[in-house]
């Protein structure tokens, strides 16, 4: 877009980018719009950060980081190999959740201090559209007032999902959200869902002494994680520590009280399974879009289960085709539910309202899971690229790169581990990888950058590596990778 164009379109406008919703996505969005110039303002209800900073990524990571702490001082025959005896441990629960608080603070007002530094306009309460190029506020007091802008990003996000026939209260049955705070250790939790909200406290509740039970709907734990990564980190993560599991089970109704009374169903047939009597109950079944009171219909936009349809320069779709001015990223729009994945299309589509044409590559973005120890992802599972070799007709490649064999590795007494890395045979091109051991989720990286630039395995065989380092697993499943296409 011509400077000349730019200042004739947003004559008529309050600003040049609205932005609703300040989680991350809305935020990097603001931040990049900002940067290049452009009037934004921000509208959040909430906290500045959103999900991720309040009520995810970040507290999260900081008690996780604090029970892993309290894992390896526990862990007698780990500590012995290393010739080191420890005595008992001993943990505050409210200093364990303070760090956790304090660390939400710092990064809360961080981004206050960035989006004042750079101009935007920050507006407190819920927006919703009142048709094309308008979003009415309406603050905690009640007072509305509506805001045009030339572009308008919806930012608004997920929250947590929760099933028909559990009830919460928010202190025995509750949600993530809730967990984050800490407020207590049941003696005994059940958590229902083994996707990486259920395996992430799983790992903080065991480490801190609770006894767990994993209920699972699915026939198998963790059913969206590569089959081989799947059965380690079962092996690991689950069977070796005090959790009980149900596959196949729904948990049809959740009754909060002391007990909590959780009525356990057969998937298919609902026949009643078993009934358990649980101290608390963590829901953790995954996370649903924020989205219904936007006011959609007024732009002539259908959500798909709540999902803003976009296409992959993350403009909102209307019957097919786009909204003119109408945006949306993050989670609302249901491509990858990640922090670093809605920032990424915050930008992206600020790139495209500065008329820069860029496109998002999903495939190229990791994922990780922060358990002890970590699991991580990018691009296809082998169940995926197999359908795609054949689909395409081009020959598979499937390579395996052991921590067992990692001088790094041994050295940390941590050597069960592996990385799998997926790549066609007729030109190296990656297609995967998945990561199951010490740093898995740093180690991915170097995976999802090589994809990003599109570097076949020949190249990245020649790559040196720092030795000894963990960063040694990639190189060897590199090298492997190369020498298969000569073979």
Same mark, same amino acid.
């Given at each position: 877009?011509?400077?000349t164009?730019?200042?004739?379109?947003?004559?008529?406008?309050?600003?040049?980018?609205?932005?609703?919703?300040?989680?991350y996505?809305?935020?990097?969005?603001?931040?990049h719009a900002a940067?290049? *110039?452009?009037?934004?303002?921000?509208?959040?209800?909430?906290?500045?950060?959103?999900?991720?900073?309040?009520?995810?990524?970040?507290?999260?990571?900081?008690?996780?980081?604090?029970s892993?702490?309290v894992?390896?001082?526990?862990?007698?025959?780990?500590?012995a190999?290393?010739?080191?005896?420890?005595g008992?441990?001993?943990v505050e629960?409210?200093?364990?959740?303070?760090?956790?608080?304090?660390l939400?603070d710092?990064?809360?007002?961080?981004?206050?201090? !960035?989006?004042?530094r750079l101009?935007?306009?920050?507006?407190q @309460?819920?927006?919703?559209?009142?048709?094309?190029h308008?979003?009415?506020? &309406?603050?905690?007091k009640?007072?509305?007032?509506?805001i045009?802008a030339?572009?308008?990003?919806l930012a !608004?996000g997920?929250?947590p999902?929760v #099933?028909?026939?559990?009830?919460?209260?928010?202190h025995?049955?509750?949600t993530?959200? +809730?967990?984050l705070?800490?407020?207590?250790l049941?003696?005994?939790?059940?958590?229902?869902?083994?996707?990486?909200?259920?395996?992430?406290?799983?790992d903080i509740y065991t480490?801190?002494?609770?006894?767990? !039970?994993?209920?699972?709907a699915?026939?198998q /734990?963790?059913p969206?994680?590569?089959?081989?990564?799947?059965?380690?980190?079962? &092996?690991?993560?689950?069977?070796?520590r005090?959790?009980?599991?149900?596959?196949g089970?729904l948990?049809?109704?959740? !009754?909060?009280?002391?007990?909590?009374?959780?009525?356990?169903?057969?998937?298919?047939?609902?026949?009643?399974?078993?009934?358990?009597e649980?101290?608390?109950?963590?829901?953790?079944? *995954?996370?649903?879009?924020?989205?219904?009171d936007?006011?959609?219909a007024?732009? @002539? %936009?259908?959500?798909?289960?709540?999902f803003?349809?976009v296409?992959d320069?993350?403009r909102?779709?209307?019957? @097919?085709?786009?909204?003119?001015?109408?945006w949306?990223?993050?989670?609302?729009?249901g491509?990858?539910m990640?922090?670093?994945?809605a920032a990424?299309?915050?930008?992206?589509?600020?790139?495209?309202i500065l008329?820069?044409?860029r496109?998002?590559?999903?495939?190229?973005? #990791?994922?990780a899971t922060f358990t002890?120890?970590?699991?991580?992802?990018v *691009?296809?599972?082998?169940?995926?690229?197999?359908?795609?070799?054949?689909?395409?007709?081009? #020959?598979? @490649?499937?390579?395996?790169s052991?921590?067992?064999?990692?001088?790094?590795?041994?050295?940390?007494?941590?050597?069960?581990? /592996?990385?799998?890395l997926?790549?066609r045979?007729?030109? *190296?091109?990656?297609?995967?990888?998945?990561i199951y051991?010490?740093?898995?989720?740093?180690?991915?990286q +170097?995976v999802?950058n090589?994809?990003?630039?599109?570097?076949?395995?020949?190249? /990245?065989?020649?790559?040196?590596?720092?030795?000894?380092? /963990?960063?040694?697993? %990639?190189?060897?499943?590199?090298?492997?990778a190369a020498?298969s296409?000569?073979?």
């Amino acid at each position: 877009m011509s400077a000349t164009c730019h200042e004739t379109l947003t004559q008529e406008f309050d600003v040049d980018v609205l932005v609703v919703g300040a989680g991350y996505g809305g935020f990097d969005a603001a931040k990049h719009a900002a940067d290049h *110039g452009l009037r934004t303002a921000i509208v959040e209800a909430r906290e500045l950060g959103g999900t991720c900073v309040n009520r995810g990524c970040v507290p999260s990571k900081a008690l996780l980081a604090a029970s892993g702490r309290v894992r390896e001082l526990k862990d007698q025959q780990h500590l012995a190999r290393l010739g080191i005896h420890s005595g008992g441990v001993q943990v505050e629960r409210q200093a364990m959740a303070g760090h956790a608080q304090q660390l939400v603070d710092t990064m809360r007002t961080s981004i206050g201090k !960035t989006l004042k530094r750079l101009g935007v306009q920050v507006l407190q @309460g819920r927006g919703w559209l009142n048709g094309a190029h308008e979003v009415v506020v &309406r603050s905690s007091k009640g007072i509305e007032r509506t805001i045009t802008a030339t572009h308008v990003i919806l930012a !608004t996000g997920s929250e947590p999902f929760v #099933p028909h026939g559990i009830e919460q209260d928010g202190h025995t049955v509750f949600t993530s959200d +809730e967990a984050l705070q800490l407020s207590w250790l049941p003696p005994w939790i059940a958590i229902i869902g083994s996707g990486y909200i259920g395996l992430e406290f799983a790992d903080i509740y065991t480490a801190l002494g609770c006894e767990v !039970t994993l209920i699972e709907a699915l026939d198998q /734990l963790m059913p969206s994680f590569d089959a081989d990564i799947r059965k380690l980190a079962t &092996r690991h993560l689950i069977e070796a520590r005090d959790i009980e599991t149900y596959t196949g089970v729904l948990a049809s109704k959740v !009754t909060p009280g002391t007990p909590v009374k959780v009525e356990l169903r057969h998937a298919s047939s609902k026949e009643l399974v078993d009934t358990l009597e649980v101290d608390g109950v963590l829901v953790a079944t *995954g996370r649903a879009p924020v989205s219904c009171d936007l006011n959609l219909a007024s732009v @002539g %936009v259908t959500t798909e289960r709540g999902f803003i349809p976009v296409d992959d320069r993350l403009r909102v779709l209307g019957a @097919g085709q786009p909204v003119e001015g109408l945006w949306a990223v993050g989670d609302v729009t249901g491509k990858l539910m990640l922090a670093h994945a809605a920032a990424a299309q915050g930008i992206v589509a600020v790139e495209n309202i500065l008329g820069h044409g860029r496109t998002m590559d999903y495939r190229s973005i #990791p994922a990780a899971t922060f358990t002890h120890p970590e699991i991580s992802s990018v *691009g296809l599972t082998q169940e995926q690229a197999q359908q795609e070799a054949t689909a395409h007709g081009f #020959p598979l @490649g499937c390579v395996r790169s052991y921590f067992r064999a990692n001088a790094k590795a041994l050295a940390e007494a941590q050597g069960d581990g /592996l990385m799998k890395l997926l790549f066609r045979r007729d030109n *190296g091109q990656v297609l995967g990888a998945q990561i199951y051991g010490l740093h898995a989720a740093d180690l991915i990286q +170097e995976v999802a950058n090589a994809m990003s630039a599109g570097q076949p395995v020949q190249a /990245l065989s020649h790559a040196v590596h720092t030795h000894p380092t /963990l960063s040694e697993v %990639v190189e060897v499943a590199y090298k492997q990778a190369a020498a298969s296409l000569s073979s």
